[in-house]
């Protein structure tokens, strides 16, 4: 058994399924793999998300430790998103998916 913020799990697949529970946050670990960035650079990156729902997603991502929200004590404030040691380890996981899709979208087009 696994447990984590309170909840039970009986495999780490599920603990993966649950953090990872759409698209979106997906995305914005895909972009922040490049470094920092800031709302409007990943909002520029992800031009299909609404600002609301990118707000919601950054949000649930920094609680469960994957992102970091770096501010600023300027006017206007500024405000830096980067991922966390363990945002980062999943690189090699992201970068394997977009192998596969590369490699899937180049044979479903034969």
Partial sequence: MYYVDNKEYTCPVAITLDIFN?????????????????????????????????????????EK???????????????????TPIGKKLKPVLKSMYDWGSDYADKANI
């Avoid at 800031?38 to 991502?61: G, N």
């Fill in 65 to 83: 430790n994957i992102i970091e929200r770096e501010v600023f004590a300027e006017v206007p404030p500024k405000v830096i998103y980067s991922l």
């Fill in 22 to 62: 759409d698209r979106w946050k997906l995305a914005v670990i895909w972009y922040l793999l490049d470094g920092a960035k800031r709302f409007k650079e990943l909002h520029e990156d992800i031009h299909e998300i609404s600002q609301k729902t990118l707000i919601v997603k950054l949000k649930e991502l920094e």
